[in-house]
């Protein structure tokens, strides 16, 4: 079963890009995965499918300064000048054929 | 459009049963591709995978709890219910049912979360 790891929090900047890391455990870098946005006191959010080449399709409704990218085992969240707004929980998702697994979590803070 | 609801008690003690409805519209369970997860996330926590149903009846449960959770679908209500026995205050969490496309594979649609609390 894979495991996900990222960093506990980040911030950034109103107006500024941000880079979030979700890193798959060795042996499953090959991995798909999704991020999910979770604002303070609201359920989470679906964000995008994010391949390990690279490619990345985004939920109804998702603003075009979010963007992914991979490498390697890394999985990448970017955003784009960044709102207020922004300020959430960043959690990525995998899963195989029969679990399902999320990372810790990143806490993104406007400044 | 797609949306999930949790519903069940807000308080429960320990050692009893739990048992949370998620009612949803927008899809089918019948449908093939189709299914719903349990997820759970304490508060100040990550979030938690439980258990999943497909439209075509599997079941799949988290390695950890498999043994006190049951997953069950009611199609003609389009409801799914999760059942944990033997609830402990570490089970204290927002629990939240979520939709999942088998040809996609991830979350696409979370319901808005209900919260239980395990206290005597």
């Known amino acids: 079963q894979p495991v996900l790891t990222q960093s506990s929090s980040a911030s950034a900047s109103l107006g500024s890009s941000v880079k979030l890391t979700c890193t798959l455990s060795s042996g499953h870098s090959s991995y798909i995965i999704a991020w999910h946005q979770q604002q303070p006191g609201k359920a989470p959010r679906y964000l995008m499918k994010?391949?390990?080449?690279?490619?990345?399709n985004k939920g109804s409704g998702v603003p075009d300064r979010f963007s992914g990218s991979s490498s390697g085992a890394d999985r990448y969240l970017t955003i784009s000048n960044l709102q207020s707004e922004d300020e959430a929980d960043y959690y990525c998702e995998t899963w195989d054929s029969n679990s399902r697994v999320f990372g810790g979590g990143t806490k993104l803070t406007v400044l | 459009q797609v949306t999930l609801r949790e519903s069940g008690p807000a308080l429960v003690k320990p050692t009893q049963t739990l048992t949370l409805t998620c009612t949803f519209s927008g899809f089918s369970l019948s449908t093939s591709g189709m299914c719903v997860s349990w997820i759970r996330q304490p508060p100040g926590k990550a979030l938690e995978w439980l258990a999943r149903?497909?439209?075509?009846?599997?079941?799949y449960y988290s390695t950890s709890l498999k043994t006190r959770l049951t997953i069950s679908k009611d199609t003609s209500k389009n409801q799914v219910v999760l059942t944990m026995t033997n609830m402990d205050p570490v089970d204290t969490a927002t629990y939240y049912c979520a939709r999942i496309r088998s040809s996609g594979g991830h979350v696409d649609y979370w319901g808005q979360g209900t919260l239980v609390t395990v206290s005597s």
């Open positions: 149903i497909d439209w075509d009846d599997d079941k």
């Open positions: 994010l391949e390990g080449s690279g490619s990345y």
